[in-house]
């Protein structure tokens, strides 16, 4: 990802206005040199996403490039919330050319949201849940000796 045609590591990023970038050097969402520990956030949780660049305010004044800030969500005094799944199967995919038959895959992604009041007016609650399972064979690719080959190995090890 590039912002103003300047290199990747040229950009922050924030959540809620914390620093998420762990390493000057290196732009990116883990923990490295830092006390932030903002490993990443669903999508589901994203109310906003801002992205500044050229002329910067003091809070994202420590960038080359430009800043993205992602703004979370939020209880409200109403319950809100969503659940999603997306689901993959290997009928769709190609066949990889080296195995003579397709390897199975079945892909979910799933996940929920939950929100609203403790207390009207007054205290609120917002839970996030994702998770995925990623299911499928690999195939694994490598030489297999001819008997002969085995054979001078063989004799090899032994003399």
Same mark, same amino acid.
């Given at each position: 990802?590039?912002? $103003?045609? /300047?290199?990747?590591?040229?950009?922050?990023?924030?959540?809620? !206005?914390?620093?998420?970038?762990?390493? !000057?050097?290196?732009?990116?969402?883990? /923990?490295?040199? #830092?006390? $932030?520990?903002?490993?990443?956030? *669903?999508?589901?949780?994203?109310?906003?996403?801002?992205?500044?660049? $050229?002329?910067?305010? !003091?809070?994202?004044? #420590?960038?080359?490039?430009? +800043?993205? +800030?992602?703004? *979370?969500?939020?209880?409200? %005094?109403?319950?809100?919330?969503? /659940? @999603?799944?997306?689901?993959?199967?290997?009928?769709?995919?190609?066949? %990889?050319?080296?195995? !003579?038959?397709?390897?199975?895959?079945?892909?979910?992604?799933?996940?929920?949201? /939950?929100?609203?009041?403790?207390?009207? #007016?007054?205290?609120?609650?917002?839970?996030? @849940?994702?998770?995925?399972?990623? #299911?499928?064979?690999?195939?694994?690719?490598?030489?297999?000796?001819?008997?002969?080959?085995?054979?001078?190995?063989?004799?090899?090890?032994?003399?």
């Amino acid at each position: 990802m590039s912002i $103003n045609g /300047l290199a990747p590591r040229g950009f922050t990023m924030t959540v809620d !206005a914390v620093d998420s970038v762990p390493d !000057a050097e290196f732009a990116g969402l883990a /923990l490295y040199q #830092n006390f $932030n520990f903002i490993k990443g956030i *669903s999508i589901e949780a994203v109310r906003e996403v801002e992205t500044s660049k $050229n002329i910067f305010s !003091a809070e994202t004044g #420590n960038t080359i490039a430009g +800043n993205i +800030n992602l703004i *979370s969500k939020s209880g409200t %005094n109403d319950f809100h919330g969503s /659940l @999603f799944e997306m689901y993959q199967s290997g009928g769709l995919h190609a066949r %990889n050319h080296i195995v !003579a038959q397709k390897s199975p895959l079945v892909y979910h992604h799933y996940g929920a949201s /939950l929100g609203g009041p403790i207390s009207q #007016n007054r205290t609120f609650f917002f839970g996030v @849940f994702e998770g995925y399972r990623f #299911n499928r064979l690999t195939p694994l690719s490598g030489d297999v000796w001819s008997s002969g080959m085995r054979q001078r190995i063989q004799r090899e090890l032994y003399i």
